[in-house]
């Protein structure tokens, strides 16, 4: 047990519950006499207290019943009896869960706030994720970089409102590459310059991709951004194997689209690449043919052995397969997404205008054979995060709602609820070593919690049902998410308005 009182943190840890009662008393009397100067009675006026939660340890999977959580000052103060904890804040600043599940508030470990020209879109969208119960977001990079990191420092100090942001800032490609706004390199010279820009930036993990970038400079760069100390994700070029990149030291890898290489002989079609006896537009189609689930199992195992993590983000990819049997017009999400937000789906759309029935079929059983490969990671040992990779450039991948999707998608693949708990909560912290601050509910953590009306360790679709969320120690009723909700979708009506008549 510990409680923060004024600043000054009384630590009550691994005592007995008789010590605890004691503590308690001993609390109360130091609380009498005034000698840590609280502003209410044993807390400070902010403090809440949640009763009769069900609480949900995400990393073991157990359920603490009826217990009340102390949150004071942005933190998890304690967890015990409810009608003790009670006497030490003021009746307005008691909820009560009512026998609802809580869990650690979510993390979408793969989102895009990206669009030089929707700055005010993705601001507006900051509390929609907050809303949805996800406190936390990793931002893989944009052309909005800088302005995200600022962001993020804004949340960090209270002074914007929206999720815990990580954010890897720019990203490093190479020299002219479709993506804006990223950091281009031709030689090491100028990668230790972009390094450099990202340590002034203080981003908080790399992100490296493909589109221009030859693979040797490719994994001198995992290498180089390995040794300052960053984690380093990105995706896997065509001209590099995914052993390589495991044994540079590569954190993870984005999209299960790359594991689908893993069935084939990778390293062997990468040489074939390299000495330029195969095509990368020919190399797809080797990939495919040559797939076997138990080469692809065995060199799972090589990449849990690693540690290289990996994001699905298998949502996307979904929507795009399925984009023929599903009318999108109607979705109830569009609602709080800008037309000009949602205009970017249009370059998806077009893209995939001429593909042949056979195309379109082959892109379907592609999905399904990625989606297949989550239970044999996880049996493998690989770390999964869940991300939506949602942004505007991704068609109908919706900022927050698309990760609840997401879960319900590693659910179909076979992943048990628990694991894809995991997969949305402590892994993230994990990969940033924050597992100690944040994504448990014990005292010391931060406050960021999610109720839910039903338990998500029997469907993990109970996480788009939310009764409340706590946010950096702020508790946000149905009622208060609602109106957050309602906010942001006449920003939307705004917004259009204004440029309709620009
Ligand atoms: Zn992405």
Redesign the pocket.
């Known amino acids: 047990m510990m409680l923060f009182i004024d600043g000054a943190l009384c630590s009550f840890e691994n005592l007995t519950s008789y010590e605890m009662k004691n503590s308690f008393l001993f609390l109360l009397a130091v609380v009498a006499l005034g000698a840590c100067q609280p502003t209410g009675p044993g807390v400070s006026d902010t403090a809440i207290l949640i009763l009769n939660a069900n609480v949900i340890d995400a990393t073991s999977g157990n359920v603490h019943k009826e217990k009340a959580i102390l949150i004071d000052s942005g933190r998890i103060v304690s967890i015990g009896d409810g009608s003790e904890l009670s006497a030490l804040v003021g009746k307005e600043d008691v909820f009560d869960a009512g026998g609802r599940y809580v869990i650690p508030g979510l993390w979408d470990m ?1 989102v ?1 706030i990206e669009g030089e020209d929707l700055v005010e879109d993705n601001r507006a969208l900051l509390p929609l994720y907050v809303a949805y119960g996800i406190t936390t977001v990793r931002d ?1 990079a944009s052309d909005l970089g800088e302005l995200v990191l600022a962001w993020r420092d804004s949340i960090n100090n209270d002074q914007l409102f929206g999720p815990q942001i990580f954010t890897a800032g720019s990203k490093l490609e190479g020299i002219n590459s479709i993506w804006k706004g990223d950091l281009e390199i031709a030689n090491e010279e100028e990668l230790e310059q972009m390094l450099d820009k990202l340590d002034e930036y203080n981003v908080d993990f790399v992100k490296i991709t493909e589109n221009t970038l030859p693979g040797d400079l490719f994994l001198t760069s995992v290498k180089e951004a390995r040794k300052r100390g960053y984690k380093v994700t990105g995706h896997v070029p065509y001209d590099l194997s995914v052993e390589e990149l495991a044994a540079a030291g590569f954190s993870a890898i ?1 999209h299960a689209s790359y594991m689908l290489r893993l069935g084939s002989d990778d390293s062997a079609i990468v040489d074939s690449i390299r000495s330029g006896k195969l095509a990368r537009s020919e190399a797809g189609q080797v990939y495919n043919s040559s797939f076997d689930q138990d080469s692809a199992f065995v060199r799972y195992k090589m990449l849990a052995e690693r540690g290289v993590a990996v994001t699905p ?1 298998l949502i996307g990819g979904k929507q795009l397969a399925y984009l023929d049997e599903n009318n999108h017009q109607s979705d109830a999400y569009l609602k709080y997404l800008t037309d000009r937000f949602t205009s970017k789906y249009q370059w998806r759309i077009d893209r995939m205008a001429d593909e042949t029935p056979e195309q379109k079929q082959g892109r379907k059983d592609r999905y399904q054979l990625i989606l297949e490969q989550l239970p044999y990671l996880h049996k493998a040992g690989v770390t999964l995060l869940a991300g939506s ?1 949602a ?1 505007a450039l991704n068609t109908f991948v919706y900022p927050a709602q698309a990760l609840h999707e997401e879960l319900v998608l590693f659910q179909e693949a076979g992943l048990d609820p628990l694991t894809i708990l995991q997969t949305a909560t402590v892994n993230g912290a994990k990969f940033f070593s924050v597992q100690d601050k944040l994504a448990g509910i014990v005292p010391g953590m931060e406050a960021d919690l999610v109720i839910l009306n039903s338990n998500p360790l029997d469907d993990i679709s109970a996480t788009q049902d939310i009764f409340a969320v706590v946010n950096d120690g702020e508790y946000l009723s149905r009622q208060k998410l609602d109106e957050l909700l309602q906010r942001v979708q006449v920003i939307k009506e705004e917004l259009d308005k204004g440029r309709k008549t620009e």
């Open positions: 793969h895009h893989c984005e983000t990779d942004a």
